[in-house]
C-alpha cells in the first residue's frame, strides 16, 4: 500500500533549499495525478531557516502520529 501522506519534519536552523526541494517534487507530482496530503511539523514552536526565514502555519510535533505508509522527510539544517 503506498502512502499518501508527507510528513516534513522541520527543525530549527532548516536549510530552505533543501527543504524547497523537498517540497516541490510532492507538490509537483498533483499535477501529473498523484496528489499527496503534505503536513509540516515540528518540535519549536517557530522554526527558522538557516538564513533567518521563519515559518507560519507549522503544526506541532506532537499533533501527527506516523503510520507506517507515512513518507517522513527530514531536510538538512545546520548543527
Known sequence: ?????????????????????????????????????????SPYQNPATSSGLGFSNVEPLSSVTVNKNDIVIVAGMEI
Open 1 to 41: 500500500m503506498s502512502s499518501n501522506r508527507v510528513i516534513f519534519l522541520i527543525f530549527d536552523s532548516v536549510h530552505l533549499l533543501d527543504l524547497a526541494g523537498a517540497v516541490t517534487v510532492f507538490y509537483e507530482s498533483g499535477c501529473c495525478g498523484k496528489h499527496y496530503d503534505m503536513r509540516y511539523v
